[in-house]
Nanobody, 128 residues
C-alpha cells in the first residue's frame, strides 16, 4: 500500500521560505515519478514540480527560480524548497506519485489525473 505524508506547511510573510517534506512508503521515490501539486482557494489543482528517476525535472513557470524539488533516497522522502514566497503561492500542497515506471514526458507539466497516489496535503499561507 502506497502512502504519502506531507509536512512542513505553515504561514509566512511574502519573501519568506518554507521546505515541504513528503515521507513515502510502499513506493521508492528514486524509481519512479514524484511530484508536488497545489490547489488555491479558488483554483484547480495544478502541477508545481515533478521529477523522474532518470533525473529530469520540470517546474511550473510561476515557480521557476524560486522552488526546488529534491529527494533523499535513504529516507525515501521528497522535498519542495520554496524561496521568495508570494501571496499567490498560497494553497494546499500535495505530494503525488505515478504508478507507471517507464518513460513519461514531464514537459509540459502533467495534469493531476496522470498521478496515481496522493497525500492528504499541507497548507501553505503567504501573507503580503
Amino acid at each position: 500500500q502506497v502512502q504519502l505524508v506531507e509536512s512542513g506547511g505553515g504561514s509566512v510573510q511574502a519573501g519568506g521560505s518554507l521546505r515541504l517534506s513528503c515521507e513515502v512508503s510502499g513506493y521508492t521515490v528514486n524509481r519512479g515519478y514524484v511530484a508536488w501539486y497545489r490547489q488555491g482557494p479558488a483554483t484547480e489543482r495544478e502541477g508545481v514540480a515533478v521529477t523522474s528517476a532518470d533525473g529530469r525535472t520540470n517546474y511550473a513557470d510561476s515557480v521557476k527560480g524560486r522552488f526546488t524539488i529534491s529527494r533523499d533516497n535513504a529516507k525515501n522522502t521528497l522535498y519542495l524548497t520554496m524561496n521568495n514566497l508570494k501571496p499567490e503561492d498560497t494553497g494546499m500542497y500535495y505530494c503525488a506519485a505515478k504508478a507507471w515506471r517507464g518513460y513519461w514526458a514531464i514537459d509540459p507539466m502533467p495534469g493531476p489525473t496522470n498521478l496515481n497516489y496522493w497525500g492528504q496535503g499541507t497548507q501553505v499561507t503567504v501573507s503580503s
